[in-house]
Every structure is written in structure tokens, then in C-alpha cells.
């Protein structure tokens, strides 16, 4: 069993930038595929950020390609999310998950963190 917790969220204007942090607890936290996603009132829960469980591979989706980067710390139990350049669309409670294998498909992700609510101003 692995447990997520992220961190991190807040209000921020227009252009700015945020990092989510999510702490992992689990003997096999290393061996899984990490992924952000992100769920706004009204809409469907969407892929944002994937990271292999080595890091060695990263993916985002269109709309975050060029402003966010995923990354991990396996040593410290950790999966990151710098977030530059925020829109007011950015506005959404983002969630950390854990995949046995890579994907930008939530119903291969095994376990998730509570959500941290992140607000973009304009």
C-alpha cells in the first residue's frame, strides 16, 4: 500500500508560479509511476504530468507543456510539481497518484493523495 499526500497549493496571480509537493509512504513508493492530475468544478479529472518510476521518463499534457515540470526524489519519498507562468484555466484541485506503469489514463493509477486546491487569479 502506498499513501500520497500533497502540498503545496494556494492563490496566486496571473503569471505566477507555485510547487506542489507530494510525500509518499510505502516500502515500493519507488517502484511506481507517478502522475499529477487535476479536476475543476463542473469538469472531468485530467492528466496533467507523468513521470517514470525512475524518473527517467517524463510527459505532460498540452496544456502544460512548457510551463510545468514533474519531478521525483526517490531517496526522500517525494513527486514535485513546478508550475510557472499560471493561467486563470490552471484554477483546479490537483492530485497526486501513483500507477503501476506509465500513463495519462486515471483509471490505471492505484492509489491517490487527497487533493491541494490551486487558484489563479487574473
Known amino acids: 500500500q502506498v499513501q500520497l499526500v500533497e502540498s503545496g497549493g494556494g492563490l496566486v496571480q496571473a503569471g505566477g508560479s507555485l510547487r506542489l509537493s507530494c510525500a509518499g509512504s510505502?516500502?515500493?513508493?519507488?517502484?511506481?509511476?507517478m502522475g499529477w492530475f487535476r479536476q475543476a468544478p463542473g469538469k472531468e479529472r485530467e492528466f496533467v504530468a507523468g513521470?517514470?518510476?525512475?524518473?527517467?521518463?517524463?510527459y505532460y499534457a498540452d496544456s502544460a507543456k512548457g510551463r510545468f515540470t514533474i519531478s521525483r526524489d526517490n531517496a526522500k519519498n517525494t513527486v514535485n510539481l513546478q508550475m510557472n507562468s499560471l493561467k486563470p484555466e490552471d484554477t483546479a484541485v490537483y492530485y497526486c497518484?501513483?500507477?503501476?506503469?506509465?500513463?495519462?489514463?486515471?483509471?490505471?493509477?492505484?492509489?491517490w493523495g487527497q487533493g491541494t486546491q490551486v487558484t489563479v487569479s487574473s
Open positions: 513521470i517514470s518510476w525512475n524518473g527517467g521518463s517524463t
Open positions: 497518484a501513483a500507477a503501476y506503469s506509465s500513463s495519462s489514463r486515471a483509471a490505471e493509477y492505484d492509489y
Open positions: 510505502g516500502r515500493t513508493f519507488s517502484m511506481y509511476a
